[in-house]
């Protein structure tokens, strides 16, 4: 009896110790990459690499998915992933919540995967743009890399590195400006 007793209460720590786990943020987040990595992984079409989901990677992936194109989306905002979730878009597009500048990120995100057709930089931050740049045309030298920079120093930068389009939304503002004015 007194036996029995025991295993009942290892049983118990066991089963309680198991839950601790299930509930732990570190555990949750490796199970999200795995399924995030393995979805990845089994694209077998042309892809793109979206850093950055604010206004203008939202804008992005809607006109990829409404062209029948595959994406694969990063960002550091855990609220802009789960709104990507949220959108009814015509075709599935895994998300990460995670740095962008990263090499293992975008390792994860499927830099090195044959089918990946480019990477697309649209953070704020114009390290974290040049960095993305920099590691994508580094480990895939005939990816396309395009780049949102907000200065003429950081465009020239990535420019050195290869990158094969930088847009600046200011001077591409203030063009559009300057000819509805003319």
Known sequence: LFAMYMTVVAWLYAIGKILALIQDQAFRQAVIESAFARGVSNISEPFYIVCGYGDTGGMLVRALTQRGMR??????????????????????????????????????????????????????????????????????????????????DAEANMASFGTDWIINPYDLFASHLALCLH
Do not use: Y
């Open 71 to 152: 994406a694969v989306v990063v960002d550091v905002d855990a609220d802009r992933i789960n709104g990507l979730e949220l959108e009814d878009l015509p075709i599935h597009i895994p998300g990460l919540c995670a740095n962008a500048s990263k090499v293992i990120t975008l390792k994860e995100c499927g830099l090195l995967n044959p089918h990946c057709a480019g990477v697309v930089a649209l953070t704020d931050d114009d390290q974290v743009n040049l960095k993305i740049a920099i590691t994508a045309k580094l480990l895939h030298p005939g990816i396309k890399v395009i780049c949102r920079a907000e200065t003429h």
